[in-house]
């Protein structure tokens, strides 16, 4: 009774401190519900939340888990839920929650983490390295350290953590499979390690790859070096091989469209880090935000220095120093940390730092058996150690924890879900919502449930970050924002919606008569835009071959929506002019003199301009952004596409731009351009038709009537997913400035179907099914050969194999990731 009393307790103390912990610094923050603030800062809040809302709405049956018609003309979710870890079990929490409660409710999903990792570790240390209960109160420090540490305090809104629950379980089973399921047989240790792996490679593709590393690092210590005087463990070597790919196999589904969806994104397309001079190369690159590798290393500076002077020169304690010394390398050698990540990473240095936290736990507990013993003093000494440790965590959670004080101008998930409202119901991929001054960040499509291009979620391919920028939308990195552009791009791209801050300056009078007023919310104005989303248009096949053998862009936006103009409304809607000065100091103050004959638009598009403040007719322009909504500067983070400088009718217009230049006197240029609403709208009805449709979560049906030998030209990305059938006939379909999707019709009425399915998924699903038959089969034949068969003299046999193949693998592996980065960045330092 007392030991199960005892259990109980100690099985409670985890998550009580942890809950303890977590909560005290929730309180000293003021995070909901002790305050008004919340958790989601930077990119908490601008990526991972809005991820969330898209999990919340697949979760309750409004939305598709691999396909989103909201974010980037029609989007491929697999590489992003990979990215994301939006198939991790954790996400199931929003089975529970209201929808405009997912920002409040991240301090009871963060806690159901920091307390899977708790207890996760708990179960390691008790089963793996503590097995007496006398040991209790050092489990419980390993398993809150491991809980809340650097790692969790810095990176507490990323979906690693998800991970990093996972990580104590897969080593346990891994060590259990190999110390007693040596042989060929399907036991309970061996399916626990396939579950976590494969939910491993589900979750996190990026993680899974570091997941690797550290399985090579772990698996080959633990075969290699912590063996002693045993024998080899050849079979164990063979089916910890064998389950791995198992692993990936019953993955595959997921995997396998994920990862082809990330590696074809803009963000992984570069080539300079491949090949061994790409290789070389990364191993000089500098990290971003080192300092933080020492904070992940700080946090368990405790258990190191234990670890450090509680050693002996003990043949067993190889393994140890082997493994803690193989993950805080790392910190110290950034071309180690590159390898890791697979490259050059923005911010979030190691994000692989829990398992130096494992690691460092783990080892430093191995120890506390030795050095304790049935020393009082040494037990006190130890205690010390542990109480300063915990003071520690509670400081450094003060210093790192940065919550989102809804204090500001802007507040990003309040604003989307403002927005929303007026919105709801009226945007779909035809009829889309956008940004006139880039008062909000770009992810708020995925709150709003509304419809743009916009979005935040990195993983856009080139085609559609190009097609983006060479329309003159304004584009950082991989962000695809729907500010910019002009009034004709507008109705190409299907935005029929204007949103715009009270705060700012713009107005209906910087676009076109073609806006109404469709509402007001306390911190926003929205227009509708009426011509765009009532009309489709069409291509001849003729005038589409002619554009596609000379299709080529240049850097005059202007010029690049003329020639769509021409396609698509058999007009040229936009007279531009270019501009050019010196980049030196007779460039600091340019002045241009326009006449607008009748009503028209004037555009700016100025990429070489330098922190200019431009003048329109004696008034300062705003370039308002969502950092700052009252900025006079351009180009601006989130706005650097097409300004619009106002809608002017038979009148003189003075522009006057002072900026910042450089010294090189090289020829700079910017470009204006005037456009007229009125003639550009007639050209528009009388090129539109119309066209029914239907959509669903991942797909299309439309209807349209053709005279043939021509394309219907649809807003949506044209992604090599989509499937397309006119009048149940398969038609491949084609693209308009590399993204926007063209399908070849039929003369008559055309019955169009577009159905979503990510690359690779077919293939993915295929491989899923044998290995799951594979693992039932491997069941069903170790029920029936319980005793010792041919397959038994098989199976050792290629083990020797197996070990001989894992040997040179993971002499390889040590030798590319630890010692030549590790030699290299002491040649390059001091030799």
Not at 456 to 470: A, D, G, K, V
Not at 474 to 487: E, K
Not at 682 to 696: F, I, P, Q, S
Request: with cysteine; net charge negative.
């Amino acid at each position: 009774m007392k030991s199960k009393k005892n259990t109980f307790v100690s099985r409670a103390a985890v998550g009580c401190v942890t809950t303890a912990i977590f909560l005290l610094l929730c309180i000293i923050k003021g995070i909901y519900p002790f305050g008004i603030a919340t958790l989601d800062t930077v990119d908490f809040q601008s990526q991972w939340i809005p991820a969330y809302y898209h999990v919340w709405d697949v979760l309750h049956g409004d939305g598709s888990a691999f396909f989103d018609w909201r974010v980037g003309g029609g989007n491929n979710f697999a590489g992003v839920s990979a990215q994301f870890s939006l198939f991790s079990p954790f996400n199931l929490f929003f089975l529970f929650v209201k929808r405009s409660w997912i920002e409040k409710s991240m301090i009871v999903f963060l806690l159901i983490k920091l307390l899977a990792m708790g207890y996760g570790m708990r179960w390691f240390l008790k089963e793996q390295i503590l097995k007496e209960e006398r040991y209790g109160i050092y489990i419980l420090a390993g398993s809150v350290g491991y809980a809340v540490n650097g790692y969790t305090l810095l990176y507490y809104g990323m979906g690693w953590l998800d991970v990093a629950a996972i990580l104590p379980l897969l080593c346990y089973f891994f060590c259990r499979m190999a110390e007693r399921e040596g042989d060929w047989r399907l036991g309970k240790n061996t399916l626990g390690y396939i579950v976590c792996l494969t939910l491993v490679f589900l979750i996190n593709i990026p993680q899974a790859y570091m997941m690797c590393f550290f399985l090579i690092v772990f698996a080959g210590g633990y075969f290699f070096l912590k063996r002693q005087d045993q024998p080899l463990k050849k079979n164990g070597i063979l089916k910890f091989g064998l389950t791995s790919l198992l692993s990936l196999g019953i993955a595959a589904v997921i995997f396998l469209p994920a990862a082809r969806a990330m590696l074809g994104s803009y963000r992984l397309s570069g080539e300079e880090y491949r090949g061994i001079s790409g290789y070389f190369l990364l191993l000089r690159q500098d990290g971003m935000d080192a300092v933080w590798k020492w904070v992940i290393l700080g946090s368990v500076a405790v258990p190191l220095l234990f670890f450090v002077i509680s050693g002996r020169r003990k043949r067993e304690h190889i393994w140890q120093w082997y493994l803690v010394a193989a993950m805080v390398l790392p910190v110290f050698f950034e071309a180690v940390n590159l390898i890791w990540h697979r490259g050059t990473y923005v911010c979030f240095p190691m994000r692989y730092g829990y398992m130096l936290v494992f690691a460092v736990i783990c080892m430093a507990a191995a120890r506390v058996p030795d050095f304790v013993g049935d020393s009082r003093v040494r037990r006190n000494i130890l205690y010390a150690f542990l109480g300063i440790w915990c003071v520690q965590m509670v400081a450094l959670g003060i210093s790192l924890i940065q919550p989102e004080t809804h204090t500001d101008e802007t507040d990003f998930v309040g604003d989307a879900m403002e927005i929303g409202q007026p919105l709801a119901g009226k945007t779909d991929v035809f009829h889309k919502a956008k940004l006139a001054d880039g008062a909000i960040d770009n992810n708020y499509p995925l709150i709003a449930e509304s419809t743009s291009y916009s979005n935040y979620l990195h993983l856009m391919t080139s085609e559609q970050i190009r097609m983006n920028t060479l329309l003159g939308y304004s584009q950082v990195w991989t962000r695809l924002s729907d500010t910019g552009g002009t009034l004709a791009s507008d109705i190409m791209l299907g935005y029929r919606y204007y949103v715009a801050s009270k705060a700012g300056l713009w107005g209906k009078d910087t676009a076109a008569d073609s806006l109404w007023p469709l509402a007001e919310t306390k911190k926003f104005t929205l227009w509708e835009n009426g011509p765009v989303g009532d009309r489709a248009f069409f291509i001849t096949k003729a005038d589409y071959e002619a554009y596609a053998a000379t299709e080529a862009y240049t850097e005059n936006v202007f010029e690049n929506q003329n020639r769509l103009s021409e396609l698509l409304f058999h007009t040229v809607p936009i007279d531009w002019e270019k501009e050019t000065y010196l980049d030196d100091q007779t460039g600091a103050e340019l002045s241009y003199r326009f006449y607008a004959d009748g009503k028209q638009i004037l555009y700016l598009y100025g990429k070489d301009l330098q922190q200019a403040e431009i003048t329109v007719n004696g008034e300062r322009l705003y370039v308002p952004d969502y950092n700052d909504l009252y900025n006079e500067s351009y180009p601006a983070t989130g706005n650097q596409g097409i300004l619009s400088l106002g809608c002017f009718s038979d009148e003189d217009i003075t522009v006057e731009i002072r900026q910042s230049v450089g010294d090189s006197g090289a020829e700079r240029a910017v470009f204006f351009g005037f456009l007229d609403p009125q003639e550009l709208l007639e050209a528009v009805d009388a090129a539109g038709r119309a066209v029914t449709y239907e959509l669903d979560r991942d797909s299309c049906k439309l209807t349209v009537e053709s005279a043939g030998a021509e394309y219907l030209m649809l807003p949506v990305n044209a992604d090599s997913g989509w499937h397309c059938t006119v009048n149940g006939e398969e038609r491949a379909i084609s693209r308009l400035a590399g993204n926007l999707m063209l399908v070849p019709l039929d003369e008559g009425t055309n019955e169009i179907t577009l159905c979503y399915v990510p690359r690779g998924m077919k293939k993915g699903a295929a491989v899923t099914g044998m290995a799951l038959m594979l693992l039932a089969g491997w069941g069903v034949l170790s029920r029936l050969l319980r005793r010792k068969s041919v397959l038994d003299k098989i199976y050792a046999g290629l083990g020797c194999a197996a070990a001989d193949i894992f040997a040179v693998v993971y002499a390889g592996f040590l030798l590319v990731v630890y010692v030549i980065p590790v030699v290299y960045t002491i040649y390059l330092r001091w030799i």
